[in-house]
């Protein structure tokens, strides 16, 4: 895992946008991991704006998102489906047939985690998985004491999750309490992961996610047993990590972040 820490979070945000770019521009049939949430809504601006102002190509990207509501329509405006098309895919010429999203309405939820899986494996599974971290230590809706090998699956949401996420809907109350998500072990089989992490509120959560011991309950730490993982945070969200300067020195002085400076 490598950790980078960026003054601002406009400069974190900048930074994960270029390395995503980067991506699909060395590789322009790259399948990308998406993730959604309020972290996420700059960085699909900024990508957004990569489309417009400089040409950035999604014509041929292939697109996972990482999870969906159970029992969300996709045209519900709380689904994570309408979120995407919203903030990144109605703005950029992505071909709609190759962006994929849990079908929360499936009949068999079960069926559906696994028809997700194969249909993952059938593309030659993922190039580059954005991620971001839950305040219960999630990444997608794996939730505390999800199993580190676990696959495409429903999962039960928190309380936390839940008083996070309810005042999002017109009537918090409708809000599901389950969810349709990647498992960790999906997640973990992205040949690059790339987690952005903003905020001061996200610093605890962090510390104890990148540095602390690897654990089914923070589901985030096992990136830490992720061949290529890098973890691109703002400097409150950094601000409890105990390697500060060490985080800093990589980005300044590894030649792999020279097109990036």
């Known amino acids: 895992m490598q950790v980078i820490i960026r003054d601002t979070k406009k400069?974190?945000?900048e930074l994960a946008a270029a390395v995503i770019a980067h991506q699909i521009t060395i590789k322009p049939t790259s399948v990308l991991g998406l993730a959604t949430g309020r972290t996420m809504e700059g960085l699909y601006a900024r990508l957004v704006e990569m489309h417009q102002q400089d040409g950035l190509d999604f014509s041929l990207a292939v697109t996972f998102n990482l999870d969906e509501y159970a029992g969300l329509p996709p045209t519900h405006k709380n689904s994570y489906r309408y979120y995407m098309n919203h903030h990144l895919f109605g703005k950029v010429n992505?071909?709609?047939r190759n962006t994929h999203?849990?079908?929360g309405m499936a009949a068999d939820p079960e069926a559906e985690g696994a028809r997700y899986d194969a249909l993952i494996e059938d593309v030659g599974g993922i190039d580059l998985q954005l991620l971001s971290i839950g305040e219960t230590g999630h990444i997608g809706f794996n939730e505390p004491l999800s199993a580190m090998f676990s696959r495409t699956r429903v999962k039960a949401l928190t309380p936390k999750t839940i008083e996070q996420n309810s005042p999002l809907?017109?009537?918090?109350?409708d809000m599901p309490r389950f969810a349709i998500t990647m498992g960790v072990g999906t997640i973990l089989e992205a040949a690059r992961c790339v987690m952005l992490v903003t905020g001061a509120n996200k610093a605890d959560i962090m510390a104890r996610a990148v540095e602390g011991p690897v654990t089914s309950m923070i589901s985030a730490s096992a990136l830490q047993l992720h061949p290529n993982c890098t973890v691109i945070a703002d400097a409150a969200a950094a601000d409890k990590l105990e390697q500060k300067d060490y985080y800093r020195?990589?980005?300044?002085?590894?030649?792999?972040?020279?097109?990036?400076?």
Request: charged share 35%; no cysteine; aromatic share 18%.
């Open 94 to 96: 992505i071909d709609l």
């Open 249 to 261: 020195w990589i980005f300044d002085h590894d030649p792999q972040w020279d097109r990036f400076r």
């Open 11 to 13: 400069e974190a945000i």
């Open 169 to 173: 809907f017109d009537s918090p109350e």
């Open 101 to 103: 999203l849990p079908d």
